[in-house]
T-cell receptor, first 115, second 113 residues
């Protein structure tokens, strides 16, 4: 069964460093998402991406964040200068996007630890 | 924006008993309500969903009910089994092309053998 994959599973970085989190969505899906979950808190929406551009973003998704679909298969989240409060589990999700289709499929997540 | 509240945060039941998890939402424009199960070390997996034009949906031991007037929806698991133990999240989707999900805070369900 097709699934969303994410790499790495765990990323440790120093404050101020740039990190790139990678996701491979399900191949025939058209909508892509990033969510994050700070330990003990809710899963929060960051950004959605469709047709090679951002379609929605939350207040969390400030200028330090960017997303890209560089090669038609990968979907990346970049954090330019990490802060301690960026430590969280980051989930990628994808949705097929056909009429009436709402289901989002989630990857296993990347645990980001900022020291 | 949308706000989803979920209760309880933890729930322990004996194997074979039923479990009920409840959520409320704030935005009457929300029209899609999925429930996700998250096992340790994995991402959320959809277990059942309901649209706002339906009041109840059932899939084997799992059912979801929706009360649009009161803006609340519930997950019901009957004949619980130890493998049902996990964190369960409710979510709501605001209408719009992106359909991003707003999640509840999660319920840790433990089924005791």
């Amino acid at each position: 069964e097709p699934e969303v994959t994410q790499t790495p599973s765990h990323q440790v970085t120093q404050m101020g460093q740039e990190v790139i989190l990678r996701c491979v969505p399900i191949s025939n899906h058209l909508y892509f998402y990033w969510y994050r979950q700070i330990l003990g808190q809710k899963v929060e929406f960051l950004v959605s991406f469709y047709n090679n551009e951002i379609s929605e973003k939350s207040e969390i998704f400030d200028d330090q964040f960017s997303v890209e679909r560089p090669d038609g298969s990968n979907f990346t989240l970049k954090i330019r200068s990490t802060k301690l409060e960026d430590s969280a589990m980051y989930f990628c999700a994808s949705r097929r996007g056909t009429s009436g289709d709402n289901e989002q499929f989630f990857g296993p997540g990347t645990r980001l630890t900022v020291l | 924006g949308e706000n989803v509240e979920q209760h309880p945060s933890t729930l322990s039941v004996q194997e074979g008993d039923s479990a009920v998890i409840k959520c409320t939402y704030s935005d009457s424009a929300s029209n899609y309500f999925p429930w996700y199960k998250q096992e340790l070390g994995k991402g959320p997996q959809l277990i059942i969903d309901i649209r706002s034009n339906v009041g109840e949906k059932k899939d084997q031991r799992i059912a979801v009910t929706l009360n649009k007037t009161a803006k609340h929806f519930s997950l019901h698991i009957t004949e619980t089994q130890p493998e049902d133990s996990a964190v369960y999240f409710c979510a709501a989707s605001i209408t719009g092309s992106a359909r991003q999900l707003t999640f509840g805070s999660g319920t840790q369900l433990t089924v005791l053998p």
